[in-house]
């Protein structure tokens, strides 16, 4: 079955340091991969996707996530982080074949930036 | 151009009632998706609307409905109210929507409380 992880529940980082969630999925094939966040009472933004080609992909606000095929992973990265990067961060995938290609969401990560 | 807009922000409701919620999407874009989201369950999609038809649909009771009309805009109803359908509800919109790696936009979402 296609699913996806996020196996954080929480990350913590002070300002300016580097931050990861982590995204890990299970689609049969190549997959298209998204980040959103949401702030809170909003809906969710999008951040940045992968389709094709360079594995580094760089989105908005500073963020970029790397797609490693060997580890069916998409971790987002932030090289400083800032304290209103603190939100909910969603991670989805969807299968480029099949017949039925919805949009597959992990649980989400709550990213606390401290000042 | 005008982002995916939703009404009405914030219900409740009691119990057995009904409710209707309404969708705009982004001039242009045709698929209208409606999630469900909850802090234990994360997001769950509940049905995608394609120029007028139902084109998917998620494992929820068919107490959840939904339709679109010719300008797009889409409308879900929840009947017969459960205090579990408390939740927010998010509505996405693209242009074709599932068939390719195109991006989804989200609305503010309609946070619904049954009582």
Known sequence: ?115 | KAGVTQTPRYLIKTRGQQVTLSCSPISGHRSVSWYQQTPGQGLQFLFEYFSETQRNKGNFPGRFSGRQFSNSRSEMNVSTLELGDSALYLCASSLVGQATGETQYFGPGTRLLVL
């Open chain 1, 1 to 115: 079955a296609q699913s996806v992880a996020q196996p954080e529940d929480q990350v913590n980082v002070a300002e300016g340091n580097p931050l990861t969630v982590k995204c890990t999925y299970s689609v049969s094939g190549n997959p298209y991969l998204f980040w959103y966040v949401q702030y809170p009472n909003r809906g969710l933004q999008f951040l940045l996707k992968y389709i094709t080609g360079d594995n580094l992909v760089k989105g908005s606000y500073g963020f970029e996530a790397e797609f490693n095929k060997s580890q069916t992973s998409f971790h987002l990265k932030k090289p400083s982080a800032l304290v209103s990067d603190s939100a909910l961060y969603f991670c989805a995938v969807r299968d480029r074949a099949g017949n039925n290609r919805k949009l597959i969401w992990g649980l989400g990560t709550s990213l606390a930036v401290n000042p």
